[in-house]
């Protein structure tokens, strides 16, 4: 539905997101799945990605849902700029 996002961060600092996701399907998924927050370099394409602390199980039909969780940027992570994915 929406989302916000640190604009900018840095290796070894801290991205903040909190996302409101609506499931628009009949029922809640039944087996365990992962989430993934997905950073993908918009020149080189390479994807880094970090797990959420959310349960998608718990993501009941027609509710919104809010996850917001920070995660520390890896040193790994190369300068430039990213678009932010949910996997």
């Given at each position: 539905?929406?989302?916000?996002?640190?604009?900018?961060a840095?290796?070894?600092?801290?991205?903040?997101?909190?996302?409101?996701?609506?499931n628009?399907?009949?029922?809640?998924?039944?087996?365990?799945?992962?989430?993934?927050l997905?950073?993908?370099?918009?020149?080189?394409?390479?994807?880094?990605?970090?797990?959420?602390?959310?349960?998608?199980?718990?993501?009941?039909?027609?509710?919104?849902?809010?996850?917001?969780?920070?995660?520390?940027?890896?040193s790994?992570?190369?300068?430039?700029s990213y678009?932010?994915?949910?996997?």
């Amino acid at each position: 539905v929406s989302g916000d996002y640190s604009r900018s961060a840095r290796i070894g600092g801290e991205l903040t997101i909190s996302l409101r996701i609506r499931n628009s399907g009949f029922a809640s998924l039944f087996n365990e799945r992962k989430v993934y927050l997905v950073l993908k370099n918009t020149i080189s394409g390479a994807l880094h990605k970090f797990q959420l602390n959310t349960d998608p199980r718990r993501w009941e039909s027609n509710l919104i849902q809010t996850i917001t969780q920070t995660v520390i940027v890896p040193s790994n992570l190369s300068i430039g700029s990213y678009k932010l994915y949910l996997s």
